[in-house]
């Protein structure tokens, strides 16, 4: 390539105020024709996994760090050899500063490029695919020796061996199964190598199921083992008790707290000794609200809509909100002010494969019930295929979190950072309740308002939890307050 420079690509900061994020994936490799727009990485953030495209056209010379590593925001991650023009001061790197890549061999060109994250597609340009350079380090390389051969039924390698041990020839790499990112992480979480499930899903995709069903699997015969092995005498048995035959044999998991659960856990350690919490409780007879939520299922202006209790509950925080303005807010440490807004970013709590995320609907507050419906519907669909953006969880300015579908009575939820109030809602089911002076069964619940009492008084949570009880309890108000 004449009047080539080198472009050094550096991890961008994908959202807002973020200083790091874990490679999770590589889609090109040294060597490789990239052009303009075309996605070279998947990376985790603490907020979201996101696609990286490079922005310009080139040939791949360097990757810097492997799949799996976390990178500081600004830390350059690939290098791309372009033709012509000096590159621009922020990301031209003298060619001198690129590790030169070491010679290796091309791998077969592939008919065509199969994806390997279900759902974000492959690239459209013709790219070549090299394996992977193993660790030349002596050490690493006589361990990867022993652990082979074993693994060959050969036995044990020598623990130590003052000869070199020769490397073992290169295999052929190995097609990657085809997972969604979630399913990724579940199978990580659970210690599953997806290589050995078998997949159901469409063009051989490895589903939830299939991953649960290879940890059913593995279980069995640890289930069925005790009644095939022989009996220990009597004279020899232990005085302790057996473990239970589904425990694992491992003692201990250890899962590296990275993404999603490191962000959550600095934040509430933060949201839990920053803001002085406080919380209040309700028990509500909602049985009203339930009857209206079939009646809002029949009506064609829903048709289509996601319709369920916790529509009518966001409304009601939503209308609390209005009558009570001064709940919305956030304390400004270094300006020591109270920032009173005149919006709702309604935040929903979601459990996803990647953990907790606190996406919020954007000025909720103007949304009509059917936008509202919607909103919610969308939300919740996109969390649970690990698709929320960086955007959609910032800027919120109070949470719902729904425990209630865990069959929770409730709970005491900790603030999101820079939000003033959380609603905790339980679970809604039949109990004895006194209705018109006499008891009755009633569809009940119990509701949870934490907020943050340097700014928020007793008297304004309660009239705000206050509201939203008597909205549940009394749907026609939604018209009356509203």
Known sequence: MTNASVREFKMPDVGEGLTEAEILKWYVQPGDTVTDGQVVCEVETAKAAVELPIPYDGVVRALHFPEGTTVDVGTSIIAVEVAGGAA??????????????????????????????????????????????????????????AVQAELNGHGAAPAASAAPVAPAAPAAPAQRPLAKPPVRKLAKDLGVDLATVTPSGPDGVITREDVHAAVAAAQAPQQTAPAAQPA????????????????????????????????????????????????????VDVTRTMKLVEELKQDKEFAGLRVNPLLLIAKALLVAIRRNPDINASWDEAAQEIVVKHYVNLGIAAATPRGLIVP??????????????????????????????????????????????????????????????????GAIKPQPWVHKGKVKPRQVTTLALSFDHRLVDGELGSKVLADVAAVLEQPKRLITWA
């Open 88 to 145: 621009p001061a922020q990301e031209e790197a003298p060619a001198a500063a690129v590790p030169a890549a070491e010679p290796e061999k091309p791998a077969e060109q592939p008919a065509a490029r199969q994806p390997v994250l279900v759902g974000y597609g492959v690239a459209t340009s013709s790219t070549r695919r090299r394996p992977r350079k193993q660790a030349q380090d002596p050490v690493a390389r006589q361990a990867a020796s």
């Open 360 to 425: 919020n609907i954007k000025d909720a507050h103007a949304k009509t019930l059917p936008e509202l419906a919607a909103s919610l519907g969308e939300l919740v669909s996109t969390a649970r295929e690990g698709r929320t953006s960086p955007s959609a969880m910032q800027g919120g300015t109070v949470t719902i979190t729904n425990v209630g579908v865990f069959g929770v009575d409730t709970g005491t939820p900790i603030l999101n950072p820079g939000e003033s109030a959380i609603l905790a809602v």
């Open 232 to 283: 220990v005498p009597a004279a020899s048995a232990p005085d302790r008790p057996a473990a239970p035959a589904s425990y694992d044999t491992a003692r201990e998991t250890r899962i590296p707290v990275k993404g999603v659960r490191k962000a959550t856990a600095a934040a509430m350690v933060g949201s839990a000794f920053t803001a002085p919490h406080v919380t209040e409780f309700v028990t």
